[in-house]
């Protein structure tokens, strides 16, 4: 059941993520009026294209359905973490939060392999992380 309710919200994030490039303009709807005017251009008049009203009304209510579906019970332990520098709360879907993450080369049997290693933090502490010994910041 742990494993469905992963997939799941994996699932709403990225739907969500999906949403907020649209409302930023980088929108992919076929509603939308980017998309509006494609028997003009065979025409060879050169419209405007404006992402505004058309979708966005509709991208701003998507994703507060979606964060409200995020805030449910059972998807509080994937959502809220500890920050592991100041040991807060976190919430992964907020803006003030990133990941920080490390990497570190490994070489085995003459070939040359990349250790990742990140976590999420504020934005705030990003400036007090310390790099682990033999970590470089990616």
Known sequence: MAKNEREEYCFLTDKLE???????????????DKYMYKDLLKKRYKPVFEHNFSCTKK?????EALL???SQKEYKNY??????????????LDPKSKI???????????????QWNGFWIHKNCAKRVKIPKGWVKS
Do not use: M, P
């Open 18 to 32: 999906e949403i907020e490039w649209a409302l930023e303009g980088k929108c992919n709807d076929i509603d939308c």
């Open 59 to 63: 991208l701003k209510s998507e994703k």
């Open 68 to 70: 409200r579906i995020l």
């Open 79 to 92: 959502r809220f973490l500890k920050c592991k520098v100041c040991n807060k709360n976190l919430d992964k």
């Open 100 to 114: 920080v993450s490390f990497t570190k080369q490994i070489t085995e049997k003459g070939e040359v392999y990349y």
